[in-house]
């Protein structure tokens, strides 16, 4: 399921168009709907794009379909209704496959989406057919189809969708000549043969392993949007001589907000609280008491730059803060009016810990039994960094056992959180759906830099953040 972006033939497009459309009927065992659904959307956006092709109306690497269909219109060509039921395809575009978003699709919208792509095709395919009559009347073409088009320099290819539009890439990748791919792939073996031929690779959640980059043939750089690069195998691509970089830098406000917002819904109960009006119970106190804050011990495990965003933010609230970061020098720490100790200090003396530290094996289930039982009864444990660093089982018997007050997650062992987690089960703990990192604008810059670190190693550079250093001394 690939997308190019490079003036064709349209009759090019309506053959792409077929082809979605032949998978988007493929009903088979073992097939999501949903990777049908975005068959289908993909079939008729192709098929508009042949149009605009065919009347050499330029557009951008990513449009939704509602916005192609206003420049058909710009263009002098009436919009049947049945056609402009395809703006509703949009949606099957990126959140079918979007974890944090996921939507079950039914067989009877799938049934819908198929009916409504077929509409447009041929409503496409019989207005090129009649390209000479006024229905849709050509300019003078300036085009040499027949010749070819200028070949991009290089091809960047995304691995798996999630976001509404990529002319953020777009406008990083353009200026160094590179096509943009999209893909959605869900297996190694299906982002093997996306990035088979790929210059510059930019990856979501797919897993990029050691077998899809080792079938790479001139593979320069590998993008993640995020942080972490827990599924792309560093190892493998520094065999390689592939620069591995990630945004570190494009969420500090949001997770360090989201993690103190998460500490007052557990400390004020807003949360239980909201559910007990709903039920008409009007309850304060009597099962569950609330404490001041004012003057309460911050304990901060780990103290990156989002731990350090969180410190900044809780000094005006006069809490006392602890950091326990074996890599961080006690003077860091005090400039931003926290006092480094060690872990066992940190989780005695805490009233509330917030997790912030990188995924490792060496950190895996940090916060275990062990230390949720040193913790107060009182305590309340915050972890928007890596789910795996919390020992969900033990945490699970420490709220109901009551070793510790309450909890709030947005990160887990196991994403999307499985329906039997017993974590769902309890009320004293505060769930989010690993959301920390987001805010309109904290996308925005997360699609610009993941793509600027692409362009700048096409352009000859070294990516800004640069996971695996020893590239650099490999052959690239």
């Not at 190019?4 to 493929?26: F, G, V």
């Not at 959640?205 to 790479?216: D, E, F, G, Q, W």
């Not at 987001?438 to 692409?454: I, P, R």
Request: aromatic letters at 6%; hydrophobic letters at 40%; one cysteine or more.
């Amino acid at each position: 399921m690939t997308q190019r972006y490079s003036p064709e033939d349209p009759r090019e497009w309506l053959n792409r168009a077929h082809s979605n459309i032949l998978r988007a009927r493929a009903v088979q065992p073992g097939v999501y709907l949903e990777d049908l659904c975005f068959d289908a959307q993909q079939a008729a956006e192709k098929a508009i794009k042949a149009l605009l092709i065919a009347r050499e109306v330029d557009f951008p690497y990513v449009h939704d379909i509602a916005e192609l269909l206003t420049l058909l219109e710009k263009a002098g060509q009436i919009i049947p209704q049945p056609v402009r039921e395809a703006e509703r395809l949009t949606r099957f575009a990126v959140f079918t496959r979007y974890p944090y978003f996921q939507e079950a699709v039914s067989p009877q919208e799938h049934q819908e989406a198929v009916a409504v792509a077929d509409e447009v095709v041929r409503w496409a395919e019989g207005l090129i057919q009649k390209g000479n009559s006024s229905t849709i009347t050509r300019k003078p073409s300036t085009i040499d189809y027949s010749q070819g088009t200028p070949m991009p320099k290089f091809k960047v290819v995304i691995t798996d969708l999630g976001y509404p539009t990529y002319k953020y890439e777009e406008e990083q990748l353009k200026p160094v000549g590179a096509e943009l791919v999209l893909t959605n792939c869900r297996t190694e073996d299906e982002v093997a043969a996306a990035i088979r031929d790929a210059d510059g690779v930019i990856v979501r959640l797919a897993p990029c392993t050691a077998k899809a980059i080792n079938a790479t043939t001139r593979c320069k750089v590998i993008a993640r949007y995020g942080v972490g690069v827990d599924n792309v195998d560093l190892a493998a691509a520094t065999a390689k001589g592939i620069c591995v970089a990630n945004v570190p830098d494009y969420c500090w406000d949001e997770v360090s907000e989201h993690a103190l917002a998460l500490i007052f819904s557990c400390a004020r109960k807003t949360v239980r609280h909201d559910r007990l009006v709903r039920k008409g119970e009007w309850d304060i106190g009597s099962r569950d008491p609330i404490y001041r804050m004012a003057g309460k011990t911050l304990g901060l495990l780990g103290f990156g730059n989002i731990a350090r965003s969180l410190a900044r933010k809780a000094q005006g609230l006069r809490f006392r803060i602890l950091a326990h970061d074996p890599f961080v020098k006690p003077e860091v720490a005090q400039e931003l009016g926290a006092t480094l100790v060690d872990m066992d200090t940190l989780l005695r003396e805490s009233d509330y810990i917030s997790v912030h530290a990188p995924n490792t094996p060496q950190t895996r289930h940090l916060v275990n039994e062990a230390a949720l039982r040193k913790m107060k009864r009182t305590a309340i444990l915050v972890n928007t960094s890596r789910g795996p660093l919390v020992d969900e089982a033990a945490l699970a018997r420490a709220l109901k056992e009551g070793w510790i007050n309450s909890a709030g997650l947005d990160v887990y062992e196991k994403e999307p959180l499985p329906a039997d987690s017993p974590l769902r089960q309890l009320d004293n703990i505060v769930l989010t759906g690993h959301a920390a990192w987001y805010s309109e604008e904290a996308g925005v810059e997360l699609q610009t830099k993941a793509a600027a670190e692409v362009a700048r190693v096409l352009a000859g550079g070294w990516p800004k953040s640069l996971v695996n250093p020893q590239v650099r001394t490999a052959a690239r």
